[in-house]
């Protein structure tokens, strides 16, 4: 069973830094052929794309986190970050690990991580 556990959210002042970090076991060493990514939440508002990475380590970004956020994957140790520069209020949000594996349409999650930037 594939599980997700993150970590590293907190509370922020405007224009600081955080780093999340998930950790995923279970893949049964397919880790590397699952595509990743991280999403998030803001209250009132519907989950969104925040970065992917393909089992190539091609990342996407959303238009509003590019050139303040990366993506990286670590496909020995299973983990996938997402470090955070340069954050706005309105990155305030719950934010939620994704990964999928390869020629399945399932989509496993982590339990969220809070994130709020605020002064």
């Known amino acids: 069973q594939v599980q997700l556990v993150e970590s590293g959210g907190g509370l922020v002042q405007p224009g600081g830094s955080l780093r999340l970090s998930c950790v995923v076991s279970g893949t049964r060493n397919l880790f590397r052929l699952y595509v990743v990514g991280w999403y998030r939440q803001a209250p009132g508002k519907q989950r969104e794309l925040v970065a992917t990475?393909?089992?190539?380590?091609?990342?996407n970004y959303a238009d509003s986190v590019k050139g303040r956020f990366t993506i990286s994957r670590d496909n020995a140790k299973n983990t996938v970050d997402l470090q955070m520069n340069s954050l706005k209020p309105e990155d305030t949000a719950v934010y939620y690990c994704?990964?999928?594996?390869?020629?399945?349409?399932?989509?496993?999650w982590g339990q969220g991580t809070q994130v709020t930037v605020s002064s």
């Open positions: 990475s393909t089992s190539g380590g091609n990342p």
């Open positions: 994704n990964v999928r594996p390869p020629f399945l349409s399932i989509d496993y």
